[in-house]
């Protein structure tokens, strides 16, 4: 044999390595077909009549102006919602289509079929809805107990089979959840320094590029096939079915191309409503949100208000945590219990507190609903603990990397919660590797990149530089005592004469590389270099949301455990082939551990194929007690963290972040390029937290809704990036594996704002930061 | 009321029958001409995931009236590669990693393809300016400007 | 979109003609804004006249210097042309400071200058304005007016005008020029635009179906030594939350001439005269700026959350002029 010993061990494009995307060369060409790119002779477009109140009772809807106009095929109300008028993903309380009230502006009142999308759109418009306009209850202090309170439900949700036995909604009350956690004896305790601080977190857009859109095609059996992007094929179905009356079986969801996703695909936008428009006309219907409507047409980020204490001893020793964190669900519970859930298990972030009392509320309003967003839960309370810990350190004369080192968790360390760290907690490592990491050079020389950017507004004059630093913590996969897990079904066959493995999950793949880390698996996992990841769909069992950083965990350890379903298979026909004996699958050989190579794994096929179908779930987790936040409630942690350095022009009030530093523990780089396009996504995201990104709602509406006044970061926003990842193994998860996608959503933005606070020296409490807080404060000096 | 339209996208000669007035280019192009590269993320020109050459010159197809481009000369992303291989900063955007959902990159491969005609050897901030009307919301940019700079380098 | 006609238009004569014959006819640029507020449902109109077939598309340097501007030239390819990048930088600089790449490639001068304005309530139908309906009422006073304007705003509306490049214009003394059912006339910038008192829908002094031809930029002598600066939300692609273009001329340390404009800050493009009499034959020194900024905005009428505007202007003029006098110097 010529072949080397390297190649012979090691399988191409495995685990560890950085193969390209198999979507990579349709994805450049524009052939790779998104959601909004499908198309079907006969097809109808979809078009939703929403609410321009925030809160008003419907008196009378009549859709007759509608039906008139040429070319509509349909226009349909909750009168025509053919099962259940509510849905949600916890807790069923959002209405298909509004009935009797509507409880948020945008929330959606009737649909439309129309032969072209103009003229849907002007056939809703003729619609003619007569409102009854209620006082809105906007502020979420109202909403969790001033005497003026008005509730926005009058009655609870009804809870579903997802429901989590720890949330409780309150039966004629705003409050989606609220969470205690008592640890040590938070409210006897006193400390020799003390800092406090009020802090405030503006609701964040996902903003995915590609809007909510989807097909759906009527079926010869009555039911209907939707091709859609989504997050959670299984859980959209389940909640379809119940509107639709439909069983599950007859409701069959393909997945297209998805443009994003960042949590904004996880409750349903226009799943339910062009089935409904398919399964009245008879005809292919598509729908497409646009910008405007995309707005108005999935959660967002939730709003906080959070009150920090922390008290500590004269060397910066944390002795206690005193908080309250107040998160805006709006108007329907959507994911509000599990935002609710993190904010507050992880409200103290990644350090040793041995006193903490914690209250954690997640109200209803009727400001828009919000859920699921990269990072949920974790990413407002960091802004929080973290501004608290540069105060602390202030305070006691420590750095900022002294004061996180000082109190950092570390394996062993008990949580708030009564759970032991039970994995590689390098949290004062992550610290100690930022802090020795050079800093970039002085201001620089091509004015594009200095505060203002191409806006000509600084040649260096007035800028001042500062550096800040923060660190998270977040939990990967469902937690609380959910049952989380993913499905896989792996086949291996000879295509020609050469074998051929295909991978098909219900996971979805959003841009983050989900389909090349299957395809690493399979190979490392079979020996095989040929391998078909098959599109996304309900023919095989649920693969769980692609959110809380869990796929690569999750459906990783499900292609994992079916490849190990489908090897055992094949070593019983090597050991009827070979003999008996301990069989290994490398680059196409089957390899013994005593004889080495022995034949040629395209052999063992040629008895026919092997497929194996197995559904993998990780360790199981708890649920908290509801008044002191006691239980093994997660199933692992991830940590990263960033340094900030930015160039503030004060006096114009302008920021650039010159760098963005970041180390973050992945346990096992699966694909380290994907790795970093995650760490770089992610940091991205919270930059425009910190410094543009906020969805304006005035007294219930939306100001912003547009990406001309909603701004995100552009390639002139976005820093140069130095990253550093560390692989500390976590014995409990598929090849020692943690989260990647959201820990660097969650501490950039406290870095960043650290950094503008030590450059401008105003003691900045909100993000995102505008220039008006930079400006009226640097008057006062 | 409805117009007809011709114009010449990738080098083809088209035509599309029964366009209302109302419809953009981009429109047109994607749901009239069978040519779905160029994508719709904002209808306003605040994104540039439409954008396309239009004369030669990048412009975001969702503000340009299907009237207003009769006869103009177009090219999507469709017309990049020579229908066997992709164009250099096609293979560089996938090799960088470059593309993660990849709804804003057929924007981007226009823009950045128009830049490096222009100035082929652009430095970091050219880049960042030239690219400045392309939003993304995967990649945090970092590998974009790792294709662009690869496709410059290449081509030198 | 409500259904409209579209028609190309190959002379000027018969373009104004067909929009002066139909009330609810519009001119077509670029349809960088004007397409955008279709979609919105602001603008509503039954016909549309593309001109973007029309002759104006020209950048000509006269024998005085003035330049004389088409309405048809691009933003992009106006900011490149030598004699506004080199002999005009704050309107260079002014158009750079705009949009896109791919928006100034499609935006035109007339359409530019015809910008509507950013406020949200205008660009939300189904919410009161006073520009869009008349009568209908304002709510930015009490409800959302950060980005909206502390000069020459009035009870009925406090909408800003959102151009970059008309700032500049305005500083220059440019000159309009327009076609109508008359026939053809010029116009200063300065009157292009009107105040909003009690009628905000009448936004410039143009009739319907006059349409801007082009531009004229007298010389000013010291326009080499120019600036525009935006101030904005992010570091580009954005509409200016404070701007100002300024030119000036200085001698042995003494302001012999000044021009200033401040943007989005003020309905129109506004031309800071109060600050520029201030400013002449006083020290080029930062105190003297800062004392010409505050003597303009002494008319400032702040609200709760545009209030950092007065500060701010203040230190972008400081920071504009200082630069300049040190350029001179």
Redesign the interface.
């Known amino acids: 044999m010529t072949v080397s010993t390297e190649v012979r061990n090691r399988t191409a494009g495995g685990i560890g390595e ?1 193969p ?2 198999p ?3 349709f ?8 959601s ?2 499908l ?1 079907m002779d006969g097809m109808l477009w979809g078009a939703t009549l929403r609410s ?1 109140h925030p809160r008003a009772r419907i008196t009378s809807i009549d859709v007759g102006p509608a039906l008139k106009l040429a070319g509509v095929s349909a226009v349909l109300t909750h009168d025509d919602v053919p099962g259940e008028k509510v849905y949600g993903l916890e807790i069923a309380d959002q209405p298909v289509l509004a009935f009797d009230e509507v409880r948020y502006q945008g929330e959606p009142v009737v649909i439309v079929a129309a032969d ?1 999308p ?1 003229t849907a ?2 056939a809703a418009a003729l619609v003619v809805v007569d409102y009854e306009v209620v006082e809105p209850v906007t502020d979420p202090r109202e909403a969790v107990g001033h005497p003026d309170w008005k509730p926005v439900h009058d009655e609870p949700g009804e809870r579903t089979a997802m429901s989590r036995d720890r949330a409780p909604v309150h039966p004629h009350g705003n409050i989606v959840r609220h969470q205690r956690i008592r640890f040590g004896d938070p409210d006897a305790v006193t400390a020799d320094v003390v800092v406090q601080g009020d802090y405030e977190v503006g609701m964040q857009d ?6 909510e859109s989807g097909l759906a095609v009527p079926a010869d059996d009555g039911g209907v096939d939707l091709y859609v992007a989504t997050q959670w094929l299984h859980v959209d179905r389940r909640q379809m079915s119940g509107a639709l009356a439909l069983p599950e079986e007859k409701i069959r969801l393909t997945l297209a ?6 949590g904004a695909r996880e409750d349903l936008s226009m799943q339910v409503h062009a089935c409904m428009l398919a399964l009245r006309t008879g005809r292919p219907v598509k729908m ?1 949100y ?3 409507e995309s707005f108005f047409g999935h959660v967002h980020r939730h709003p906080a208000l959070m009150r920090y204490e922390h008290g500590a001893d004269r060397d910066g020793r944390l002795v206690y945590v005193r908080a309250h964190i107040l998160l805006d669900g709006g108007a329907y519970t959507s994911s509000t219990p599990a935002v609710v859930g993190n904010a507050s298990t992880l409200g103290v972030g990644p350090y040793d507190v041995p006193n903490v009392g914690m209250d954690c509320w997640g109200v209803y309003t009727n400001n828009p609903p919000c859920g699921a967003m990269r990072g949920f839960g974790a990413v407002q309370a960091a802004f929080g603990y973290e501004s608290q810990m540069d105060k602390l350190a202030a305070a006691v004369g420590l750095s900022p990397v002294e004061i996180r080192t000082l109190n950092a968790v570390s394996e062993g360390s008990i949580l708030p919660t009564g759970q032991r760290i039970d994995s590689p907690a390098p949290v004062a490592e992550l610290m100690h590797r930022l802090d020795a990491m050079p800093l970039p050079g002085s201001v620089d020389q ?1 004015i ?2 200095l505060p ?8 260096g ?2 800028v001042r530089r500062g550096v800040g630093y923060a660190v998270g913590i977040k939990n990967v996969g469902f937690s609380e005592g959910f049952d989380d897990y993913s499905t896989a079904r792996v086949r291996i066959e000879l295509v020609g004469d050469e074998p051929s493995v295909l991978v098909h999950t219900a996971a979805v793949e ?4 989900l389909v090349t880390v299957q395809a690493q698996i399979a190979r490392s996992e079979l020996g095989v270099e040929r391998v078909t990841v098959a599109a996304a769909d309900t023919q095989v069992g649920s693969g769980g949301s692609t959110s809380a950083s869990r796929q690569t965990y999750v459906t990783g350890g499900a292609v994992r455990a079916g490849c190990a379903a489908v090897r055992s298979s094949l070593f019983e026909r090597a050991a009827a082939r070979y003999g008996p004996g301990e069989f290994r699958l490398v680059a196409g050989k089957v390899e013994s551990l005593v004889d080495g190579v022995v034949g040629d794994i395209a052999s063992l096929l040629l008895d026919g194929p092997v497929e194996h179908t197995v559904q993998w779930r990780h360790r199981p987790t708890q649920p908290l007690d509801e008044a002191t936040g006691r239980g093994n409630a997660h199933v692992q942690w991830a940590f990263c963290a960033h340094r900030a350095v930015v160039d503030v022009d004060v ?4 920021i ?1 972040v010159v760098e963005l530093a970041c180390v973050q523990d992945v346990g096992k780089a699966m694909n380290p ?2 790795v ?2 995650q ?7 919270g930059l425009g937290l910190a ?2 990104e906020e969805v ?1 709602v ?2 219930g509406k939306l ?2 809704p ?4 909603y ?8 820093p ?2 130095r990253v550093e990842v560390l692989e500390l193994a976590d014995p409990h998860s598929p090849y020692g594996l943690r989260g990647v996608g959201e820990p660097p959503t969650i501490s950039s933005t406290p870095a960043i704002v650290a950094a503008v606070r030590a450059a401008s020296g105003v003691d900045l409490k909100r993000v995102p930061i ?3 807080h930079l ?2 404060a ?2 006062c000096h | 009321m409805t117009i007809r339209v011709t114009m010449t996208v990738n080098g083809e000669p088209l035509t599309a029958d029964d366009v ?1 007035e ?2 953009s280019l981009l429109h047109v192009l ?2 009239r001409l069978g ?10 020109g ?2 540039g ?1 439409c954008t396309v050459l239009l004369g030669g010159e990048v412009v975001c197809a969702c503000l340009v009236g299907a009237g207003q481009a009769e006869g103009a000369d177009i090219v ?3 017309g ?2 020579d229908g066997e291989q ?1 164009a250099t900063i ?1 293979q560089t ?3 960088a ?1 470059a ?8 924007g981007l ?1 226009i823009t950045a393809f128009d830049l490096l005609n222009r100035d082929p050897d652009p ?1 970091d ?1 050219t ?3 030239a ?15 790792d294709a662009v700079r690869l496709a410059a380098e290449r081509a030198r | ?2 259904p409209f006609q579209f028609v190309r238009a190959d002379d000027a004569a018969t373009a104004v003609q067909t929009v002066t014959a139909n009330p609810k006819a519009k001119f077509l640029a670029g349809g960088t804004n004007l397409v955008d507020l279709m ?2 449902g602001v603008e509503r109109p039954d016909l549309l006249v593309d001109l973007t077939r029309l002759p104006f598309d020209s950048v000509d340097v006269e024998a005085d210097g003035t330049v004389r501007i088409g309405t048809n030239v691009r933003n992009s390819d106006l900011a490149a042309h030598p004699a506004v990048r080199n002999g005009l930088p704050l309107l260079s ?1 002014a158009l ?2 705009g949009a896109s790449g791919q928006l100034r490639n499609m935006a035109t001068v007339g359409g530019n200058l015809l910008q509507r304005t ?1 406020c ?1 309530y205008f660009q939300d139908v ?1 919410k009161p304005c006073n520009k869009r309906q008349p009568g209908s009422g304002c709510p930015a006073r009490q ?2 007016h ?1 980005n909206l304007a502390i000069l020459g705003a009035s009870e009925a509306c406090i909408a800003t005008h959102p151009s970059d490049m008309a700032v500049a214009l305005a500083a220059l003394d440019a000159r309009v020029a327009v076609s109508g059912p008359d026939g053809d006339r010029e116009t200063p910038l300065a009157e292009l635009h009107a105040l909003p008192g009690e009628h905000p829908e009448q936004e410039t002094t143009l009739r319907h179906g006059e349409l801007i031809t082009g531009i004229a930029v007298p010389p000013l002598a010291y326009a080499e030594r120019s ?13 200016a ?1 404070a701007s100002v273009a300024a030119a000036l001329d200085v001698e042995d340390g003494v302001v012999r001439d000044v021009r200033l404009a401040f943007g989005a800050v003020a309905p129109k493009p506004w031309r800071a005269h109060a600050a520029e009499d201030a400013l002449r034959g006083r020290p080029a020194t930062a105190a003297s700026f800062r004392a010409a900024a505050e003597a303009e905005l002494a008319a400032a009428e702040p609200l709760r ?1 545009n ?2 505007k007065v ?2 202007i203040t ?2 003029v400081v ?1 504009t002029l ?2 300049l006098a040190g350029e001179t110097s």
């Open positions: 950085s390209v995307r979507d990579g060369t994805k450049v060409t524009g052939q790779f077909a998104y909004s790119d198309w321009p072209h103009e759109r002007r996902q903003a995915f590029l590609g809007p191309g998805v443009g994003g996703a960042f497409v646009s910008r405007e091509d594009r990149l203002g950017g191409v806006s000509n507004t600084t040649h004059e007035g959003v841009g983050q590389g006096e114009l009030g302008l650039r390029d994907a970093l396009g760490i770089h996504g992610g940091s991205a995201q410094v543009m304006q005035v007294d100001r912003n547009s990406f001309t006044d701004l995100m970061p552009t390639i002139m926003d976005m140069p990036m505008r220039p008006e400006v009226a640097a008057l | 209302w109302g419809e994607r749901e040519l779905p590269g160029s994508k719709n993320a904002c209808e306003q605040e994104c995931s999507t992303v469709e990049l590669g992709l096609q955007f996938v090799a990693g593309v993660q959902c990849g709804f804003c990159t057929p491969l430095s901030a880049i960042r300016e690219l400045a009307g392309n939003l993304c919301r995967c990649t945090g940019y970092e590998k974009i400007l | 979109m409500r979609k919105l600089q750079l400071a950013r949200v189904t409800g959302d950060r600036a525009y600066r935006k101030v904005r939300d992010r570091a580009s692609y954005a509409f939350v959350d209030a950092f500060p701010l230190n972008v920071r200082s630069d």
